[in-house]
């Protein structure tokens, strides 16, 4: 069963607007919470991560917030531009497994110009 | 250069052959990891190894062998393969089992008719 919930499935944004991925979990042993972007052909890259002891994380134009006791996370991409499009995952780990990422199903972005 | 390679990036095979997905990566990382990738379902790891010689499962094994032999290669074998195994397969390494960015190939694509 999928560990780690997300949504929307697909997302189509203006230039400069912000664009909002949502996920959720149910394993209160995940302790690491990171995104990765995907482009066509590539591999997963790591975007940005979060610690569940930080609420908030912001990279530049990328920003994650932790709601440790809904048990939810979500990225948001200010000022989003056309290069962001790409397939976004997130993940949550915990310590067994070696931290072996536990992926959200993506969500396709679509930055329109 | 340094990183991680995977070979073949594609491949076409029949039912009920042998494949061999090869994983080399040049910075000794302890952790190595295959996922594969199918549209609705994100990415789902199959085996994982902390080490040379110590593999264990994740969460879609079955059909799949691995071994490591050597820290540096990771290989993936279908031993007899199913059209339900046609997939993109991910190679990733992380440094040492603890939170942190995995790395990630380019991807094996690999058709089974």
């Known amino acids: 069963q999928q560990q780690v919930k997300q949504s929307p499935q697909s997302l189509i944004v203006q230039k400069g607007g912000i664009s909002i991925i949502n996920c959720a979990y149910e394993n209160t042993a995940f302790d690491y919470f990171p995104w990765y972007q995907q482009f066509p052909g590539k591999g997963p890259a790591l975007l940005i991560a979060?610690?569940?002891?930080?609420s908030e994380k912001k990279e530049g134009r990328f920003t994650i917030s932790f709601n440790k006791s809904a048990k939810q996370f979500s990225l948001h991409i200010m000022d989003s531009q056309p290069g962001d499009s790409a397939t976004y995952f997130c993940?949550?780990?915990?310590?067994?497994?070696?931290?072996?990422?536990?992926f959200g199903k993506g969500t396709s972005l679509l930055v329109t110009p | 250069d340094a990183g991680i390679t995977q070979s073949p990036r594609y491949k076409i095979t029949e039912t009920g052959r042998q494949v061999t997905l090869m994983c080399h990566q040049t910075?000794?990382?302890?952790?190595m990891f295959w996922y594969r990738q199918d549209l609705g379902h994100g990415l789902r790891l199959i085996y994982y190894s902390a080490a040379a010689d110590i593999t264990d499962k994740g969460e879609v094994p079955d059909g799949y062998v691995v071994s490591r032999s050597k820290t540096e290669n990771f290989p993936l074998t279908l031993e007899s393969a199913t059209r339900s195994q046609t997939s993109v397969y991910f190679c990733?390494?992380?440094?040492?089992?603890?939170?942190?960015?995995?790395?990630f190939g380019e991807g094996s694509r690999l058709t089974v008719l």
């Open positions: 993940a949550a780990s915990k310590p067994n497994s070696g931290y072996a990422l536990n």
């Open positions: 910075w000794s990382h302890s952790y």
């Open positions: 990733a390494s992380s440094v040492r089992g603890v939170p942190g960015e995995l790395f």
């Open positions: 979060i610690r569940p002891d930080v």
